[in-house]
C-alpha cells in the first residue's frame, strides 16, 4: 500500500471513530434524558447538567470498554453490563453537579436505560 492511501485510511479511521464518540454522546445524552425522566429518584437539574452527565458517562463507558472489553449495557453483557450499567450511573453524580440518583435509582435506572438503549439505532462499537 503506498504512503498516500495508508495516509487516507488513518485519516478515514480516525474521523470514523471521532464520529462514533460523538453520536454515541448524542446517544447518551436522549437515552439519559428518558431515563431520569422515567425513574424516581434520579434527577437531572438542568440541560447543562445532562450535557455533563452524557460526556461523563460515554468516557466512563469508553474507558471500560477499553481496558476490559465489557460494554455497559444489560443487553449488551447480562448481568455483568448490567451491574458496570448501575454502577457507571451511580459514580457519574460525584463528577456532576445538578445530577443525583440513590443506590435503587441506578438499579432501576439501568434496566430503563437498557431498554431505551436496545432501541436507539447504531453500532456501539469502537
Not at 17 to 28: D, K, N, S, V, Y
Amino acid at each position: 500500500m503506498s504512503d498516500t492511501q495508508s495516509q487516507t485510511t488513518e485519516a478515514n479511521t480516525g474521523s470514523s471513530t471521532a464520529w462514533q464518540i460523538i453520536g454515541r454522546l448524542i446517544a447518551a445524552g436522549i437515552v439519559l434524558a428518558v431515563t431520569a425522566f422515567f425513574t424516581p429518584g434520579f434527577a437531572i437539574n438542568n440541560v447543562w447538567s445532562l450535557i455533563i452527565a452524557a460526556v461523563v458517562l460515554t468516557v466512563l463507558d469508553y474507558l471500560i470498554v477499553k481496558f476490559t472489553g465489557l460494554h455497559a449495557s444489560p443487553f449488551g453483557k447480562g448481568f455483568v453490563g448490567f451491574a458496570l450499567a448501575a454502577i457507571i450511573l451511580y459514580v457519574t453524580q460525584f463528577f456532576v453537579a445538578g445530577y443525583t440518583i440513590s443506590w435503587m435509582a441506578a438499579i432501576i435506572g439501568a434496566l430503563i436505560y437498557g431498554v431505551v438503549d436496545y432501541f436507539i439505532p447504531g453500532t456501539q462499537k469502537m
